[in-house]
């Protein structure tokens, strides 16, 4: 059945635990052992199935079992009987249905952009308004709180073709965020450095370590301070003149409005999980560009599954200008979700161009890593 008038019949989910291979410490928190996604799959009556990955982490968004708990009791009424068609509806009753739970939201429009894209034989590029671009370039973040099992990262990015790094800082002290700037910049200076804090610094450490990193000249500083310090951010905007990005001060394009209505930033990072989805992506996308800010594309602790979300999104939106960080499905995680590798080329992620995501889950994978999981026999 090819009609996007097809009823949607089935929702499973499946609560993973994915582990890692190293630590990683940020200023606002640590992953360490494994990382927790939620997996949903639509089925239409017509047979065909999309897929959708929610990756909460619980300092930063919310929690794997509320993610888990707002599709399987919320959203699931929304979704069972409606046509696949209304992806518009059934995402603006989504959004009254649960407050917040943005990444249960993300992974439900990832399912519904996958379905229509299976169904109709396009790419969720093509659903989100067209490709402007190929490839995105990769950056991977630098967070391991042991430098020396990062120096043999940033060998192997190098190896690999990539040509972009976040550094992580304000997890430790700052002498060690300006020791690991200055190796970085003596034995790599291949790499274009960024920098994110993640909310590590107080408002009183804040401007002298600000001013201390922005004098190594890096691309863009992310996020000293609280999410909710809007002065400060504003204050530390005004004070360099390095790029100040927003990241965890802007979930969705409300935060973005009051974002450049108060001059907190530069530029904006921008994840489906904060926003709730690639479309409302697209909006926080558009509000800065409309501001004269630019964007970049962020995520989360994800699998491939999120990470082609979110490929799809900047393939379609120009406004984001500053590449991409999904780097987790090719360097973080010991085994991916995926059927064949997430698509990284030097240093540059490559587009899909296949029907929905372009490339599948392994459902014996979802099996294998699941906790809890709801899943129709
Ligand atoms: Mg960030």
Redesign the pocket.
């Known amino acids: 059945m090819s009609d996007l008038n097809q009823r949607i019949i089935g929702m499973d989910l499946w609560h993973l635990e994915l582990p890692v291979v190293s630590r990683r410490d940020h200023g606002i928190g640590s992953v360490e052992g494994s990382c927790e996604v939620v997996i949903v799959r639509l089925t239409a009556e017509g047979g065909a199935n999309g897929f959708g990955e929610a990756s909460p982490w619980s300092v930063f968004t919310g929690t794997p079992e509320a993610t888990y708990a707002a599709l399987d009791r919320y959203l699931r009424p929304l979704v069972i009987g409606a046509r696949v068609a209304d992806r518009a509806l059934i995402m603006s009753k989504a959004e009254r249905a649960v407050a917040h739970c943005t990444e249960a939201k993300a992974a439900l429009e990832t399912a519904l952009l996958d379905l229509t894209g299976q169904i109709s034989s396009l790419p969720v590029w093509a659903l989100l308004g067209g490709k402007c671009r190929d490839t995105i370039p990769l950056s991977c973040s630098i967070a391991n709180p042991d430098f020396s099992q990062d120096i043999a990262l940033l060998q192997r990015l190098r190896d690999d073709g990539v040509r972009l790094i976040k550094l992580k800082t304000g997890f430790k002290d700052h002498a060690f965020d300006i020791m690991r700037l200055e190796r970085i910049a003596s034995d790599f200076p291949e790499f274009g450095v960024r920098v994110?804090y993640?909310q590590g610094l107080s408002i009183d450490d804040a401007p002298a370590c600000v001013r201390d990193v922005a004098s190594f000249k890096p691309d863009f500083i992310?996020?000293p301070v609280r999410a909710h310090h809007f002065g400060m951010m504003a204050q530390l905007r005004a004070m360099i003149d390095v790029l100040l990005l927003a990241?965890?001060s802007v979930f969705g394009p409300e935060d973005m409005t009051r974002a450049a209505r108060e001059g907190i930033c530069d530029g904006v990072?921008i994840k489906i999980m904060k926003s709730g989805g690639a479309v409302r992506g697209q909006s926080v996308a558009r509000i800065a560009a409309a501001n004269g800010l630019t964007a970049y594309g962020?995520d989360m602790f994800e699998a491939g599954l999120a990470h082609l979300a979110g490929t799809h999104m900047i393939a379609a939106t120009p406004e984001i200008t500053l590449g991409c960080e999904f780097y987790q499905a090719s360097y973080f995680l010991k085994e991916d979700i995926l059927e064949t590798p997430f698509d990284v080329k030097d240093g540059q992620v490559v587009v899909p161009d296949g029907p929905g995501l372009g490339i599948r889950p392994d459902v014996t994978k979802l099996d294998r890593f699941s906790v809890t999981k709801a899943v129709a026999a």
């Open positions: 994110d993640n992310e996020q990241d965890e990072s962020g």
